[in-house]
């Protein structure tokens, strides 16, 4: 089960990263503020995902 919820949380990794790319490329464009809010929330989630992968053996107290 721990494998296949590694590549859940690295597929999540790689979508907020692309989602934040793009949402940095559409406020770049447009100047929207929620473009802006997207971006850096999905940035942010991203690093939450990425921080929780690599603990994820302390997490699962393996």
């Not at 100047?31 to 990425?50: D, E, K, M, R, Y």
């Amino acid at each position: 089960m721990i494998p296949f919820h590694r590549v859940l949380i690295s597929t999540a990794i790689v979508f907020c990263a692309g989602f934040a790319v793009w949402g940095w490329q559409e406020y770049q464009r447009s100047q929207t503020t929620w473009a802006l809010a997207s971006a850096i929330a999905f940035a942010v989630f991203a690093i939450g995902f990425a921080i929780y992968l690599t603990q994820l053996k302390r997490f699962l107290g393996k």
